[in-house]
Each structure stands twice: as C-alpha cells, then as structure tokens.
C-alpha cells in the first residue's frame, strides 16, 4: 500500500518527502521484501536527498535477516561511495547475521574490519560473537572473547554471563557456568531469572536434580519469578529422573504461580505419566490441557498412543489413530 501511494505521488509530479521515503524502506523490511528495500536508497538519492545512516541500517538488517549476507557485505563496502560512515549498529548488524548462519570466520572477519573504520566493538559486539561461538559448540572460544573484554576494559553485564552461561550448560559444561556465576555476585551484577534457568536446566540434563531445586529454591528467595521456560525445564529433569510425583507437585505450584504451561509442558508431563503407566493421570492432564485452550500436538498424541500401546491397550490406540485421521480438529499424525 505504501508503494502504491508512493507511484500515485510521482505520477502526479508530487515529490515524496525523506520521511516517505524511509517510511518505506522500513515497509519494504518489515514485510520481508529486502531487495525492494535495498533499492531505496538510490530512489532517496535521485529524489535530492541524502541517504543517513538510520535508512542504511534498516536496509542491512532487512537484508541480514532473510540471509543475504553477500549483497549485505556489498551494501555496507558501498555506504561510503553515498558518504555515509558504517556505525556500530551497522556492523552489528552484519556480524549477528553472519553468526546466524554461523559463518564465524567472516564474522570475526567483519569485527577487525569495524575496527580499522575506527568504530569500537561494544558490548552488544560481544555478546553476538559468544553466542555465535557457543551456538557452534565453541565454548572455549566465547570464553576466550570474555578475556579480550576485559583487556578491552569492557565490563561485561547480565546479557553477557548469561549468553556464556547458557553456552555452557548446552555443551555440558555445567560447573564452569556455576563459576561464571559466582563471578557475578562478586561483581554485584544480579543473575535474573535467564541466568537460573540456564544453569538448572543444565543440571536437570545431567540429572544433577538436588542441585537444581537449590538454584530453584535460591531463585524464589531473591523474589526472581520462574517463567514457563524454568518450570518446564525442571519439571522435564524430574520426569527423567523418575520422581514423576514430585514433576506433578511442581506442575501444580506453577499452576498456583499463575503461571501458564505451553504445549512443551504438557507434552513432558504427559509423557512422564504414560511411562509410568499412569494413564488415567496422563489424560486427566490433556483434557486440562484442552479446557485451557491450548491445542494438543502430534508430539501429545504420540506420547498417548505411545503410552497406551505399552500397557497393551492396542484398540484404543488405533481408535485415537483413526480420529486423527478422520477429524478436523485433531492434528495429522506424522510418519
């Protein structure tokens, strides 16, 4: 529609204000048409103006975020030909999309070349970088930027330990995640409830259950409320670890929290309770899920078919198969 009024506007010889302009490039991003976008700043030139450096971002980051690094790279190389500097943002921009499609060399790349333009890696830098390496398994790495940081005189905040931390416990690295906490506190800097999170379901995934309720008990002490994230999380470790009770008693006190479960929360306890062999309990809970909106998956009838196939119940089963098939408001059962 913006296009339009901007074709309407030039064929009736009014000329578009750089407002409009801009408008639209922001339009064109927003609505994932990025080679649309990347022509506006010719359009902006040829209409009088002068293309700032706000406009040249939104073109790069409509341009990173549907992958095309290549014209993302040109774009930036030829912002000087129309005089405009490459700020922070802007390289920050091209160094989160090449982390995205973990093409960390050129990333890394793109940081040297930020500052030989005399633009100052920032916090923000850093912590697109960690992710990138920890995202890739590279903890060592991302551990290594921390050091550089420093060197930097660059105080790291919360955004940083917890991308750190959160690479950490992924790649099973539990206890140096611990550490990087307890460096916070030193530091005074107030884990959050992503910090928690992080480190407790590193430890659920390496059924270090007891030392996940102690961060959990810890956290509810500072006053941190536990999101969905958090409580599904330990709900999933304590089903693993076979306290299926004590998944349902935390399941109920996040219900008491008011805090809602999504479709992943519902699944783990359903599946924990088939695998129990506690059946009933498994579709007292779906029917729960049901009344409460939220539309089970083809992961929720697999558990249950699952579940009731292992206790023999084959007929029910199939009968649930073929309600799948046959009902619109039931999912498509996969392969």
Same mark, same amino acid.
């Given at each position: 529609m913006s296009y339009n009024i901007y074709r309407k506007m030039t064929c009736v010889g009014v000329s578009p204000s750089f407002l409009s302009l801009s408008s639209l490039a922001e339009c064109f991003v927003h609505f994932n048409m990025p080679e649309l976008a990347l022509a506006m700043p010719g359009i902006i030139l040829k209409c009088g103006y002068s293309v700032n450096v706000y406009v040249a971002n939104v073109v790069l980051k409509g341009l990173c975020y549907k992958g095309k690094l290549v014209k993302a790279v040109k774009f930036l190389d030829e912002m000087g030909r129309n005089s405009v500097s490459p700020d922070v943002v802007s390289f920050n921009t091209l160094i989160k999309?090449?982390?995205?499609v973990r093409n960390l060399d050129e990333a890394i790349n793109m940081?040297?070349?930020?500052?030989?333009?005399?633009?100052?890696?920032?916090v923000v830098t850093y912590t697109i970088l960690m992710d990138g390496f920890?995202?890739?398994?590279q903890t060592d790495e991302a551990m290594g930027l921390l050091e550089e940081m420093r060197m930097k005189q660059l105080e790291p905040d919360v955004y940083i330990y917890n991308t750190l931390i959160n690479g950490l416990c992924t790649n099973d690295d539990v206890d140096r995640g611990k550490e990087l906490l307890n460096e916070m506190l030193e530091k005074e800097i107030s884990?959050?409830?992503?910090?928690?999170?992080?480190?407790?379901n590193g430890l659920c995934k390496m059924g270090r259950m007891k030392e996940a309720k102690v961060f959990f008990n810890t956290m509810l002490?500072?006053?941190?409320?536990?999101?969905?994230?958090?409580?599904?999380?330990?709900?999933?470790?304590?089903?693993?670890?076979?306290?299926?009770?004590?998944?349902?008693?935390?399941f109920n006190f996040m219900l008491e929290k008011?805090?809602?479960?999504?479709?992943?929360?519902? =699944? #783990?306890?359903?599946?924990?309770?088939?695998?129990?062999?506690? !059946? %009933?309990?498994?579709?007292?809970?779906?029917?729960?899920?049901?009344?409460?909106?939220?539309?089970?998956?083809?992961?929720?009838?697999?558990?249950?078919?699952?579940?009731?196939?292992?206790?023999? =119940? #084959?007929n029910y089963a199939l009968k649930l198969?073929?309600?799948? !098939? %046959?009902n619109k408001n039931y999912v498509d059962p996969d392969a």
């Amino acid at each position: 529609m913006s296009y339009n009024i901007y074709r309407k506007m030039t064929c009736v010889g009014v000329s578009p204000s750089f407002l409009s302009l801009s408008s639209l490039a922001e339009c064109f991003v927003h609505f994932n048409m990025p080679e649309l976008a990347l022509a506006m700043p010719g359009i902006i030139l040829k209409c009088g103006y002068s293309v700032n450096v706000y406009v040249a971002n939104v073109v790069l980051k409509g341009l990173c975020y549907k992958g095309k690094l290549v014209k993302a790279v040109k774009f930036l190389d030829e912002m000087g030909r129309n005089s405009v500097s490459p700020d922070v943002v802007s390289f920050n921009t091209l160094i989160k999309g090449l982390c995205r499609v973990r093409n960390l060399d050129e990333a890394i790349n793109m940081r040297s070349k930020m500052e030989h333009a005399n633009c100052v890696p920032n916090v923000v830098t850093y912590t697109i970088l960690m992710d990138g390496f920890c995202v890739k398994g590279q903890t060592d790495e991302a551990m290594g930027l921390l050091e550089e940081m420093r060197m930097k005189q660059l105080e790291p905040d919360v955004y940083i330990y917890n991308t750190l931390i959160n690479g950490l416990c992924t790649n099973d690295d539990v206890d140096r995640g611990k550490e990087l906490l307890n460096e916070m506190l030193e530091k005074e800097i107030s884990p959050n409830e992503v910090t928690y999170t992080c480190l407790m379901n590193g430890l659920c995934k390496m059924g270090r259950m007891k030392e996940a309720k102690v961060f959990f008990n810890t956290m509810l002490e500072r006053g941190i409320r536990p999101d969905v994230i958090t409580f599904t999380g330990l709900i999933s470790g304590l089903c693993k670890d076979g306290k299926i009770a004590k998944a349902v008693e935390l399941f109920n006190f996040m219900l008491e929290k008011g805090e809602e479960p999504n479709n992943r929360t519902y =699944n #783990i306890l359903i599946n924990g309770l088939c695998k129990e062999g506690l !059946l %009933s309990d498994a579709f007292k809970i779906l029917e729960m899920m049901v009344e409460k909106g939220k539309k089970p998956d083809v992961i929720t009838y697999n558990v249950i078919m699952r579940g009731l196939c292992d206790v023999g =119940n #084959i007929n029910y089963a199939l009968k649930l198969f073929d309600s799948m !098939l %046959s009902n619109k408001n039931y999912v498509d059962p996969d392969a």
